[in-house]
């Protein structure tokens, strides 16, 4: 009788220790489980909190087209992210509801560290309108041989003369390309030039890494929307010298120069009078020469720029990142927003 009590007390405490293993497994499992949806839940909130971002960033460019409707700059909202009346920042943390610590940011990486709200495409080179045919517009390709130059290829004409064949439909390439690996159409995103880069280096031991050596270089300067022209209010130093080098050698291509101005010297003057005062159209850019004695020579070459720039920008790319006070989960969305022809979204990626 005694063994049989042993007997039960043991299998007892076996069931006993077997239903508290799977007691604690499942604790464990449903712990798991809800933490998985507390995480989706926030995942779902910081996303549509940066689509938030991205509607309202959308809302102001749309104000902004009516409010200036011939130029922008540095100066309009849609890079300040301040509102001009309160001196409010638009655009940082902004809060679905008051306390509730949902919030989303709008702005991009700019100069160092620097960040604007949005930023205009228009202010780079269009790597698609630059691959054009020599005949009618050599002044496309001078740019961009200058802007591989600028970053350092040696052979910057090679690269350049690789690049149209590679996009250029018109060109036949089946005795230079019989892997057939040439797109000959534009590229879709500026990550396109990659592969380029990669089949110009294939020589060397590293292809790869020099091309995204050169790819990092220019990748900030380069762009596949717009309609080609430069948006003279917000382009860079480095782009600024790049097309007046190019209008430069252009001038001298053709005889309207034969003695070379000093390139330096306008770019600084062209980024001097923009800080305070942008340039609203072509003649404002060319009434510059007179207070600033210009020589006949600079003054070709800015009537020569003033073929290839533009005064106001219609493609932003927007960076909206949404995320909830005490979280850990963020997410971000970038966009490319075209007001022209018609208002659109023309690029989407989320993190």
Same mark, same amino acid.
């Given at each position: 009788?005694? =063994?049989?009590?042993?007997?039960?007390?043991?299998?007892? %405490?076996?069931?006993?220790?077997?239903?508290?293993?799977?007691?604690?497994?499942?604790?464990?499992?449903?712990?798991?489980?809800?933490?998985?949806?507390?995480?989706?839940?926030?995942?779902? *909130?910081?996303?549509?909190?940066?689509?938030?971002?991205?509607?309202?960033? #959308?809302?102001?460019?749309?104000?902004?087209?009516?409010?200036?409707?011939?130029?922008?700059?540095?100066?309009?909202?849609?890079?300040?992210?301040? $509102?001009?009346?309160?001196?409010?920042?638009?655009?940082?943390?902004?809060?679905?509801?008051?306390?509730?610590?949902?919030?989303?940011?709008?702005?991009?990486?700019?100069? $160092?560290?620097?960040?604007?709200?949005?930023?205009?495409?228009?202010?780079?080179? =269009?790597?698609?309108?630059?691959?054009?045919?020599?005949?009618?517009?050599?002044?496309?390709?001078?740019?961009?041989?200058?802007?591989?130059?600028?970053?350092?290829?040696?052979?910057? $004409?090679?690269?350049?003369?690789?690049?149209?064949?590679?996009?250029?439909?018109? #060109?036949?390439?089946?005795?230079?390309?019989?892997?057939?690996?040439?797109?000959?159409?534009?590229?879709?995103?500026?990550?396109?030039?990659?592969?380029?880069?990669?089949?110009?280096?294939?020589?060397?031991? %590293?292809?790869?890494? *020099?091309?995204?050596?050169?790819?990092?270089?220019?990748?900030?300067?380069?762009?596949?929307?717009? $309609?080609?022209?430069?948006?003279?209010?917000?382009?860079?130093?480095?782009?600024?010298?790049?097309?007046?080098?190019?209008?430069?050698?252009?001038?001298? =291509?053709?005889?309207?120069?034969?003695?070379?101005?000093?390139?330096?010297?306008?770019?600084?003057?062209?980024?001097?009078?923009?800080?305070?005062?942008?340039?609203?159209?072509?003649?404002?850019?060319?009434?510059? %020469?007179?207070? =600033?004695?210009?020589?006949?020579?600079?003054?070709?070459?800015?009537? *020569?720029?003033?073929?290839? #720039?533009?005064?106001? %920008?219609?493609?932003?790319?927007?960076?909206?990142?949404?995320?909830?006070?005490?979280?850990?989960?963020?997410?971000?969305?970038?966009?490319?927003?075209?007001?022209?022809?018609?208002?659109?979204? #023309?690029?989407?990626?989320?993190?």
């Amino acid at each position: 009788m005694q =063994n049989k009590k042993g007997s039960i007390l043991l299998i007892s %405490s076996w069931v006993l220790l077997i239903l508290v293993i799977l007691a604690v497994s499942l604790g464990h499992r449903s712990s798991i489980a809800l933490r998985l949806c507390v995480y989706q839940r926030d995942s779902l *909130k910081a996303s549509y909190l940066a689509k938030a971002g991205i509607n309202q960033a #959308i809302q102001q460019l749309k104000e902004d087209a009516s409010a200036s409707p011939f130029y922008n700059s540095f100066k309009s909202i849609w890079s300040t992210g301040v $509102d001009p009346l309160t001196s409010e920042p638009l655009f940082e943390n902004v809060e679905i509801r008051d306390g509730s610590g949902e919030k989303f940011t709008v702005h991009y990486p700019y100069d $160092d560290k620097k960040y604007l709200c949005m930023m205009d495409e228009e202010r780079k080179i =269009n790597i698609n309108k630059a691959v054009a045919d020599p005949i009618s517009q050599p002044l496309g390709q001078l740019i961009l041989t200058k802007l591989f130059y600028f970053a350092g290829v040696t052979d910057a $004409d090679g690269l350049k003369n690789l690049v149209i064949k590679w996009i250029n439909p018109a #060109i036949n390439n089946k005795d230079e390309d019989p892997g057939q690996i040439f797109k000959n159409s534009d590229l879709e995103t500026v990550q396109e030039l990659l592969p380029i880069l990669e089949f110009f280096y294939k020589d060397e031991n %590293s292809p790869s890494l *020099k091309a995204k050596e050169i790819y990092e270089k220019i990748k900030d300067l380069i762009t596949v929307y717009g $309609d080609g022209r430069v948006n003279i209010n917000t382009a860079s130093e480095e782009i600024l010298g790049i097309l007046i080098n190019s209008c430069i050698d252009e001038c001298i =291509n053709n005889g309207a120069i034969t003695v070379r101005p000093d390139s330096q010297n306008l770019v600084n003057l062209i980024s001097t009078i923009r800080k305070d005062t942008p340039f609203e159209n072509s003649g404002a850019l060319s009434s510059v %020469s007179v207070p =600033n004695n210009l020589s006949s020579e600079e003054k070709n070459v800015l009537n *020569k720029l003033t073929e290839i #720039i533009t005064f106001k %920008s219609n493609n932003f790319r927007i960076n909206s990142t949404g995320e909830i006070t005490g979280k850990t989960i963020s997410k971000t969305i970038t966009c490319v927003f075209s007001r022209s022809p018609v208002n659109k979204i #023309i690029y989407w990626h989320e993190n």
